[in-house]
């Protein structure tokens, strides 16, 4: 049976006799919708064939997982908003961890979800489950489509959710029938606001009385820090953000999301605050005032709810309200729009600009040094010749390597928290592009895939372990079939790194379970999946790979970095701090 209906032309009635999955397919047209990554099952046929005909960007991805983590990068990189589909039933619930990750990191997706016919439901049909109910937990609204009339109205609503306020995914549930099902729509019901193509969709100013008093307490403040977290991309604030800092000379110390809020290269950026640092923790210390922008001050950026001390006077400012005094209590609360709220301060402190910069004339000059001496005592493991290789000097040669308008992509686990405390940003917003919301692992390649599109002709490097990399292995194929070019770097050491470094510090050394791979070549790997393969064994060896990574292949490289099998050395960090254990303690 054709399913496609011939219309009558909008000139001569106005109105569209169509499917409600090519409906649906119209509104993402209307929202300008941009990748979509899914695998297709019968209840969403009607979407698929109309996603053809109008040559919607639309990719087969080989796992769901990969599909939902592919949108969350491509969102994260791009700022618009990420699409992805799947069927009922193993389809939706292979979403939850990567809809977890959106939720939680303010990635806007709007996500299609087949369902059953509704005139069967709960009679046993294939695939069935209440995938409503488990999806619901981990998106910021999943919205049922009970009516094939309503269709432009609830999509909609879909990209509104998934844009204001902190973005998140909205999942759109599509029963077969609704999908499949004819309807004369109006022309006219086809469109959307543009303002809900890409995030912020709104901003929202904090008060006016709260500004002055957060002014006030800036203006009177010996030696202020900013702690800049994630929110500061998702406002696209970075550029407001490193003017305010030059202007008054402020330091600032970054989460792992929140790297790229001014440039890592600037004398004025502390680095990494929180549970791994260079030199940030000593500085929020030291400081008699915190602003905190746009940041949830979460386990891992407050090193347990331990940084800063108790008793730190803190402005906190952020658009959602519910993270006020979640783990910190603050002193003033900014509730609002970070880049309008870092405006609003600029203003307020203007007619003081002159005085303040003067008296905080020294600490570019002071921060600068103290990442001069951080730099010089960990020179030793950053330029390290060890083989197998240490992974700080991986990190030295990604830094050399990767240009300026390049992306780090980070998987879960060490890969995310190495890159968060060694990788430089070269200039303001995001480069570092971390899977934080909730850490998974197998992040790294379709993170890759994401961020590629999201960003044709720039370089894309993604780090992952071994671990995360068999997870996904099977998505070079999708790469190589969509011919994309980036740089897999797999932190191959035969283990899952992280565990058994835990194991190795809690118990001693051979106390591992559970906890080993077996030694694979994955650059022979990515050559018998037809893509390029390199294989690192030694120091000296990378920066010539990096080097024949970023020639433009029309496909994927796989660079296989053979790292250090010491579990002493295995986990995040390049100095002594990160092996001190005391009981009860969760150091990774």
């Not at 209840?43 to 997982?65: K, M, S, T, V």
């Not at 202007?247 to 605050?273: E, M, Q, R, W």
């Not at 018998?528 to 990378?542: F, K, S, T």
Request: hydrophobic letters at 45%.
């Amino acid at each position: 049976m054709n399913q496609h209906v011939e219309i009558k032309a909008e000139s001569d009635t106005g109105f569209l006799e169509i499917t409600g999955g090519e409906a649906i397919a119209r509104m993402i047209q209307a929202f300008d919708g941009g990748a979509m990554f899914g695998m297709g099952g019968f209840q969403l046929l009607p979407f698929y064939d109309a996603a053809r005909r109008f040559g919607l960007p639309h990719y087969l991805i080989n796992d769901e997982r990969t599909g939902i983590f592919a949108a969350d990068a491509y969102a994260k990189v791009s700022g618009r908003v990420g699409l992805a589909d799947a069927t009922l039933g193993p389809g939706a619930t292979n979403l939850v961890t990567g809809l977890m990750e959106a939720l939680n990191s303010g990635t806007a997706l709007v996500v299609l979800v087949g369902n059953t016919h509704r005139d069967h439901s709960w009679k046993n049909m294939t695939q069935e489950c209440r995938q409503t109910d488990v999806l619901r937990p981990v998106c910021k609204e999943v919205i049922r489509v009970e009516q094939v009339a309503r269709i432009p109205e609830l999509m909609r609503r879909a990209f509104a959710v998934a844009t204001s306020g902190r973005p998140g995914p909205v999942v759109v549930d599509i029963p077969e029938d609704i999908s499949h099902a004819v309807h004369s729509f109006s022309a006219a019901d086809f469109h959307g606001d543009s303002i809900y193509r890409a995030v912020p969709a709104l901003r929202s100013r904090p008060d006016g009385a709260s500004i002055a008093r957060a002014a006030e307490l800036i203006a009177a403040a010996r030696a202020p820090v900013i702690l800049a977290g994630g929110g500061v991309h998702l406002s696209g604030a970075a550029e407001q953000l490193t003017e305010f800092v030059r202007a008054f000379n402020l330091p600032v110390a970054h989460t792992l999301t929140g790297k790229g809020a001014i440039p890592c290269s600037d004398p004025l950026n502390a680095g990494l605050f929180g549970r791994y640092d260079r030199f940030a923790n000593q500085l929020i210390e030291e400081a008699d005032l915190l602003l905190v922008v746009g940041c949830k001050l979460g386990e891992i950026a407050t090193k347990r709810y331990t940084v800063p001390a108790p008793g730190k006077r803190l402005i906190h400012l952020d658009c959602v309200a519910e993270e006020f005094d979640r783990t910190v209590p603050a002193t003033v609360r900014l509730w609002g729009d970070v880049l309008l709220g870092i405006a609003d301060l600029s203003a307020a402190l203007a007619p003081e600009e002159e005085r303040l910069q003067a008296r905080w004339a020294g600490r570019p000059a002071d921060a600068a040094e103290r990442m001069a001496n951080w730099r010089r005592k960990v020179g030793a493991r950053l330029n390290s010749d060890e083989c197998p290789v240490d992974i700080a000097r991986l990190m030295t040669e990604i830094n050399a390597a990767l240009p300026a308008d390049g992306y780090l992509v980070a998987d879960g686990g060490f890969a995310a928290h190495w890159g968060g405390l060694l990788f430089d940003t070269k200039r303001p917003g995001r480069a570092f592009v971390p899977d934080r919301g909730s850490a998974s692992i197998g992040y790294g390649l379709p993170g890759a895939i994401g961020a590629a599109l999201a960003a044709p002709g720039r370089p894309v490097f993604a780090l992952t372990g071994d671990g995360g990399f068999n997870m996904m292995i099977g998505e070079l194929e999708t790469a190589r079939r969509l011919a994309l070019d980036f740089t897999i770097i797999v932190v191959n050491n035969a283990a899952s790194g992280y565990v058994k470094a835990l194991q190795h510090l809690m118990y001693g050394p051979g106390a591992y379970h559970a906890s080993d791979l077996s030694e694979t070549n994955y650059a022979d790997v990515a050559a018998a999946l037809g893509c390029h393969g390199i294989r690192v064994e030694r120091p000296d060896q990378l920066a010539p790979a990096f080097k024949e990574a970023l020639v433009r292949r029309n496909g994927p490289t796989v660079i296989d970095v053979v790292v250090t099998r010491d579990p002493a050395k295995m986990l995040p960090g390049v100095d002594s701090r990160t092996v001190q254990v005391k009981k009860g303690d969760r150091i990774a």
